[in-house]
C-alpha cells in the first residue's frame, strides 16, 4: 500500500478558488474569511480511476437510451427532468431551507417502481415517517437510511442495490478520504463525485438535495453544477404556498420547463392550470392592480402586477419592489414622469408581483406602468385587460417573444382585450378571439386604459 500523500491548500468555501497561501479575502470572488484549509489525499484519485477500463467506440455504433426514462407519476417533476428520470444520472436539487426539497423527492421517489434508498443526515427516520404519514405515503419500497458516512452509504447500497438513491442533503455528507469538514466546499465536491461514480457505473438514479446559502448559490461549491447532469432549483416564496421547480442545467432536456405545485396540508399537488391560480385571488375594480402575461421556460404564466402609490409623508419617496427588479421599475418610474408626464415625484411607490413569483422578463414592464398610472389616478383598469410588452428609455413599447403563446393563454382565462407592442401586433397570425390593441408608446397605452 502506497502511503498517502497530504497536500495542504486553502479553499474559498464561496467560490472555490484554491491557493496555496491563506489569504483573508477571495482573490476571485472577493469574499471575506472564506479561505479555509484542505487536504487533498492523492490516493483517492487513484482509486477513482480504476475500475472497468473503456474503449473509444465510433460514434455510429453507439446507442442512445433515453427511451428507458423512468416517470414517478409526478407530471410535473418528470416534465422539468425532461421527461422521466434517466437512469445513472445524478441530479441536484438545491433550493431554501425550509421550501419543501426533502418533500418533494419523497413524493416523487415514493412513486418509483424499484426499491429507493433515501439517505438523510439531517432528519430521524422517524421525522421523514412522521412526513410520510402526512403525505400519505406508506411505501414499502423507499428505505430510510439516517447516515452522514459517504462510506456506510456506498455499504448500504451493496446490500440492498436499490433503483434510485436520494442524498438530503450533499451538505451533511462527508467522505473519509477528506479531512474537512462536512459542508465544505472539499467534502461537498468529493461526495457529490463519488455518488456519481456511483450513479454511473450502476445506472442508478442519484438525487443530491441541495441547501442555498444566501447569496443564492448553492452551499459551497459552484463546482457542484458542473460536476452533475441536471440541477434542479425548487424556489418560491415562504409565504406563499407556490412553489417553481426550474431546471436551470440538463443534460438530458430543455432548461425551459419549469413545474409549478402548491404546498398544502397534504404535501405538494401539482398546478396544472397556474394562470388560474396566480389569479383567483384578484380584486375586482381596483385600482393599481394589472395583469401580465410572462413567460417562464416554455410556459406562459398570466400574473397580477400591484402598484400602491401614496404621497410621501415625509423626506425621500420610498421605493419597493418585490418580485422585480428594483432597478427595472425605477427607470419605469422615470420614463413614466418624464415621457408621460406623471408626477411622481414626491411619492412612495409600492409594487408587487401577485403570489410570491420572481419576474425577470421585460415582457411585464408594461403592466408595471399601467399599474402605477392607475394607483397614482385612483382608476380602476378593466378586470378583463391584459398587458405585456418591454417599455425603452424613450416611452417606447417594444415587442416581445412569443406574443400569441401569451395570447393564447389569456384567451383561456377569459380576458377580452390585450394591450400589446406594435411590433408584436404587426406579426400575429391569430388574435385568440381578443381585442387587440396595439400600442408604440407609453403614452398610447396609458390612453387605451382611459389613464
Ligand atoms: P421540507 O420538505 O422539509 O423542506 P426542505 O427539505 O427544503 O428544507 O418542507 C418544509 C416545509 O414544508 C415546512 O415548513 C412544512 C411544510 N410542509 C407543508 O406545508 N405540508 C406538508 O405536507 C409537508 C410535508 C411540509
Ligand atoms: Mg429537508
Sequence with gaps: MTMAKQKKFYQCQACGYTTAKWMGRCPD??????????????????????????????????????????TTGIGEFDRVLGGGIVPGSVVLVGGDPGIGKSTL?????????????????????EQIKLRAERLAISSETVSLLAENSL????????????GAVVIDSIQTMYTEDFESAPGSVGQV????????FYAKRNGVPVFLIGHVTKEGAIAGPRVLEHIVDTVLYFEGDRGHPYRILRAVKNR?????????????????????????LFLSERPQGVAGSVVASAIEGTRPLLVEIQALVSQTTFGVP????????????????????????????????????VGGLKLAEPAVDLAVVIAIASSLKELPVGPEVLAFGEVGLS???????????RLREASKIGFKRAIIPKGSASRLNDKFGLEIIPVGSVSEALEAVGL
Excluded at 432597478?327 to 411622481?344: S, Y
Excluded at 416611452?395 to 403563446?405: D, F, H, K, N, Y
Design 29 to 70: 470572488c472577493g469574499e471575506w474569511n472564506t479561505l479555509s484549509e484542505e487536504r487533498k489525499d492523492t490516493r483517492k484519485r487513484e482509486g477513482l480511476v480504476s475500475g472497468a477500463k473503456a474503449e473509444p467506440v465510433p460514434l455510429n455504433e453507439l446507442e442512445a437510451d433515453t427511451s428507458v426514462r423512468v
Design 105 to 125: 423527492l419523497l413524493q416523487a421517489v415514493a412513486l418509483l417502481a424499484g426499491k429507493v434508498l433515501y439517505v438523510s443526515g439531517e432528519e430521524s427516520p
Design 151 to 162: 462510506e456506510h452509504v456506498m455499504q448500504a447500497t451493496d446490500g440492498m442495490e436499490p
Design 189 to 196: 465536491r468529493e461526495c457529490a463525485a463519488k455518488m456519481m
Design 252 to 276: 438530458f432536456g430543455s432548461t425551459n420547463e419549469i413545474g409549478v405545485f402548491e404546498m398544502s396540508d397534504a404535501g405538494l399537488k401539482e398546478v396544472a392550470n397556474p394562470s388560474e
Design 318 to 353: 420610498r421605493r419597493t419592489t418585490i418580485g422585480m427588479d428594483f432597478q427595472r421599475v425605477n427607470l419605469l418610474v422615470a420614463v413614466l414622469e418624464k415621457l408621460a408626464g406623471l408626477h411622481l415625484g414626491g411619492m412612495d411607490i409600492f409594487t408587487n408581483v
Design 395 to 405: 416611452g417606447e413599447i417594444r415587442a416581445v417573444s412569443q406574443a400569441e403563446l
